[in-house]
């Protein structure tokens, strides 16, 4: 692709988003915590208050069937999106957080016991590790810790050591939002199957970037968010395959996941409504759907183009800016955008401010992985994150704040 041609197609998808209207001089790299919003999902939310909305399940009027409809059609597209099987394998729920949650009360419940263990990295989000945390406590289960190497690797002589005859469960990302570096879920699950323990996903950050194909990956469940895909806030996904989903109990009870109620008991509702007590989130799911049609619009090959050549472009720039020191792999392309360094001598929260200063926009912090920080002898760092939307302009611009950082910070100009 010719410089022109890329500028040309820049200028296409960035017009699709909104803000970057309202505000033209934000250079927007903090997608790995949320992204930015296409004007069709935007008009997709408005348009179901327009003309759908109901309440979505319950009412035998038309608007409430329409309302259904749609909720029901979004979840198709997710079905279709992340290649399950059957939409009774999706449930809707608020975030990546909720549907972990989930898993760790239901499925601990329904398969682990007390004195299996159940297995995670040392790179998981406190949402798939604090989750289960409390479930081998409840279980009276042991959780283990596998690590990774100092570059953020794990591999398979690694993986298949860590595992014990007791493994019931393992829980593992697949993209980390601090390392970028991705997981080789497809061989874990395989090796996991074989040592007769189930395999959690943690999809977060890795759906919003790449094809995912649940029954491809095999994994037995996969989580992730709208919002880190160009959704709303407030929608989620939980995969799980319904075998598995069929012997799990209830998460949250109330309305609409029961068949029938008695004083003293209940029937549950069939797959997936058993898992989505209450009233729905219908608008972030119809958000969602149009987010998932956007991303077939734009296509997975331009997708896929446009991120690995923006981090490739910001790995070299990076590389080569003063004091500056990368995290995890040497690869550009093994961190699938998602860029964690430290400064030496320059608090991540300075780093931050005075980026901010610039317009430029990255997150400062331990990234919701205090255990990977640990681990990795810092207590934070700072991160960028890119997303097909972004430019090489927006990476200049963060180069160029971050060379003078030391500076401002009284450090001379060495
Ligand atoms: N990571 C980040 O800036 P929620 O907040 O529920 O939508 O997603 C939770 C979550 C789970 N797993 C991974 C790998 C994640 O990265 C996240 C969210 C954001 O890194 C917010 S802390």
Request: proline residues 4%.
């Amino acid at each position: 692709m010719t410089d022109l041609e890329r500028k040309l197609e820049d200028q296409e998808i960035r017009a699709d988003f909104p803000l970057f209207t309202t505000y033209p001089d934000i250079a927007y790299l903090d997608n790995a915590a949320t992204t930015q919003k296409p004007q069709c999902v935007i008009d997709a939310v408005r348009d179901y208050y327009v003309k759908d909305n109901a309440n979505p399940l319950r009412g035998l009027y038309e608007l409430s069937m329409r309302a259904t409809d749609a909720y029901e059609d979004a979840r198709e597209l997710v079905r279709e999106f992340i290649g399950a099987a059957s939409t009774e394998e999706i449930v809707f729920t608020r975030n990546a957080s909720e549907s972990l949650n989930l898993l760790a009360y239901s499925a601990a419940e329904a398969f682990v016991k007390e004195g299996d263990d159940i297995l995670i990295t040392i790179m998981e989000h406190h949402s798939n590790l604090l989750t289960w945390q409390q479930a081998a406590k409840r279980r009276g289960a042991h959780l283990h810790y596998l690590e990774c190497d100092p570059k953020g690797k794990i591999t398979e002589e690694m993986f298949r050591a860590a595992l014990t005859p007791q493994t019931k469960l393992v829980a593992m990302t697949q993209v980390s939002n601090v390392l970028g570096v991705k997981n080789d879920v497809k061989t874990f699950a395989k090796i996991a199957h074989e040592n007769g323990a189930l395999f959690v996903c943690d999809g977060a950050q890795s759906v919003p970037h790449m094809p995912v194909n649940v029954r491809d990956l095999d994994v037995d469940f996969l989580a992730c968010s709208g919002h880190k895909m160009l959704a709303p806030m407030g929608i989620g996904v939980l995969y799980g395959k319904r075998e598995l989903f069929e012997q799990m109990p209830p998460f949250l009870f109330g309305g609409e996941m029961i068949e029938y109620v008695t004083r003293e008991g209940a029937t549950y509702a069939e797959l997936p409504h058993k898992f989505e007590a209450g009233t729905v989130n219908a608008s972030g799911a119809v958000g969602l759907g149009a987010a998932i049609r956007y991303y077939k619009k734009i296509g997975w090959e331009r997708i896929l183009e446009r991120e690995e050549h923006l981090s490739i472009y910001a790995y070299e720039k990076l590389s080569k800016v003063q004091h500056l020191h990368i995290l995890g792999s040497d690869d550009p392309k093994e961190h699938h955008g998602i860029f964690t360094f430290l400064v030496d001598g320059v608090h991540p929260h300075d780093i931050a401010a005075m980026l901010d200063a610039d317009r430029v926009d990255i997150r400062a912090g331990h990234h919701c992985a205090q255990p990977l920080m640990q681990f990795l002898g810092t207590p934070s760092t700072t991160r960028a994150s890119i997303a097909f939307y972004n430019t090489e302009e927006d990476i200049d611009r963060l180069v160029a704040s971050l060379s003078t950082v030391r500076e401002k910070m009284g450090y001379g100009n060495e």
